[in-house]
């Protein structure tokens, strides 16, 4: 049996980083963790390398470094489900609002959903494809893309929550 305690670290900018994340780690050490898991989002993988306990990381990136383990999702099942969830319900004009066609985990989730189109005897379409760049106003340009088409799509499967929030307004 574990205990799991759960920090979130945020650094705040116009501090001294160093004596931030030298205090982050103290706190750390303190806690007498078996373990930590690490987001790569936030710049501390590299910082915490020197700390005497397993470390892991999860989530989406694109890059972690050898020396640790990784929690990574199944990006491309998690398009190919959603897709065949929409097609389930009768939806047969699905859009696809990418990411970025240069992100990994954008490209597995493209590679999904064009597996399920493909199954299920749905033609790729070009056309319903919007590509943002994890923005909120991406999103925005993405939905006017979409609506400007003369057959618009039944249903839209977007990749980011960033850009879902625009998207959707």
């Known amino acids: 049996r574990h205990e799991v305690v759960l920090y979130a670290v945020t650094l705040p900018h116009g501090v001294d980083m160093h004596k931030a994340i030298a205090d ?14 690490l987001d790569p989002l936030i710049d501390l993988v590299d910082a915490f390398a020197d700390l005497p306990m397993p470390q892991v990381m999860v989530g989406y990136f694109n890059f972690y470094p050898e ?4 929690v990574l999702p199944d990006n491309t099942w998690s398009g190919y489900s959603l897709a065949r969830k929409m097609l389930a319900q ?27 189109l493909s199954q299920a005897g749905v033609a790729f379409d070009p056309a319903l494809v919007a590509e943002g760049d994890f923005t909120w106003m991406s ?3 993405c939905a006017e893309k979409l609506l400007a088409l003369a057959e618009r799509p039944t249903a839209v499967l977007i990749e980011n929550d960033w850009m879902t929030g625009q998207f959707v307004q």
């Not at 706190?27 to 078996?34: E, G, K």
């Not at 020396?67 to 990784?70: S, V, Y």
Request: hydrophobic share 40%; aromatic share 6%.
């Open 24 to 37: 982050v780690k103290s706190q750390v050490l303190s806690a007498n963790l078996d373990g930590i898991v």
């Open 67 to 70: 020396r640790l383990d990784a």
């Open 90 to 116: 009768g939806h047969s004009r699905i859009a696809s609002v990418r990411c970025s066609p240069r992100d990994w985990n954008s490209i597995e989730k493209f590679e999904g959903y064009k597996i399920a």
């Open 139 to 141: 999103g925005a340009r």
